[in-house]
């Protein structure tokens, strides 16, 4: 078993849908969650990072975290073309460790 | 406009040949991450540093490869010899400790050895 995984995808949503991607970690002592966005041919830019359990929002970006399930999922509302992207999920072991990502694809 | 910088972007090289690879962190980070990222492998982490000193650096391959930071402004990581397998898109990372692990990437660099 992967210490962190994703789904590979690709998902396909339509323009202006929600878009939820998730993540499961192996490591319940993991403290805090990373959601990385990649396009293709870039770096991965760091979208939002979360410690807690229960939401965070920024914008129409929204990280969940439940400890207990160990999962921590992004769900980006009113999609758009430029969304679509590569989303890494990381988790904090002291370093961080990363998911293999999902393609997400926004159809105009 | 602070930001991770990387030399070469590309390079082409042929199996074993030495390649170096450069990394300036962002002013003021005292973390420095090296990842290798490839298709069938995803994002993996190399070694890392913090202040300079060499943390973890075990999912590097000993035998061929080392990373170095001369000073807080250079990272370095060397391949000798290089393998065609050793083509990849190498990142290096910079944070500040005790901010969460925050990581933010540089351009890469494209390794392709022949």
């Known amino acids: 078993q992967k210490e962190v995984e994703q789904n590979s995808g690709p998902l396909s949503v339509p323009e202006g849908a929600i878009a939820s991607l998730n993540c499961t970690y192996s490591?319940?002592?993991?403290?805090?969650f990373f959601w990385y966005r990649q396009y293709s041919g870039k770096s991965p830019e760091l979208i939002m990072f979360?410690?807690?359990?229960g939401d965070k929002e920024d914008g129409r970006f929204t990280a969940q975290l439940n400890k207990a399930s160990q999962y921590v999922s992004l769900l980006i509302r009113d999609s758009q073309p430029s969304d679509s992207a590569t989303y890494l999920c990381?988790?904090?072991?002291?370093?961080?460790?990363f998911g293999q990502g999902t393609e997400l694809s926004v159809k105009p | 406009d602070a930001r991770v910088t990387q030399t070469p972007r590309d390079k082409v090289t042929e199996m074993g040949q030495e390649v170096t690879m450069r990394c300036q962190p962002i002013?003021?980070?005292?973390?420095v991450f090296w990842y290798r990222q490839t298709m069938m492998q995803g994002l993996e982490l190399l070694a890392y540093?913090?202040?300079?000193?060499?943390?973890?650096d075990s999912g590097m391959p000993k035998d061929r490869f080392s990373a170095e930071m001369p000073d807080a402004t250079l990272a370095t990581l060397k391949i000798q010899p290089s393998e065609p397998r050793d083509s990849a898109v190498y990142f290096c990372?910079?944070?500040?400790?005790?901010?969460?692990?925050?990581?933010?990437f540089g351009p890469g660099t494209r390794l392709t050895v022949l």
């Open positions: 490591d319940r002592g993991s403290q805090s």
């Open positions: 990381a988790v904090n072991r002291g370093k961080l460790i």
């Open positions: 990372a910079s944070g500040l400790a005790g901010h969460g692990n925050e990581q933010f």
């Open positions: 540093f913090r202040n300079r000193a060499p943390l973890d």
């Open positions: 979360i410690y807690s359990n």
């Open positions: 002013l003021g980070h005292n973390t």
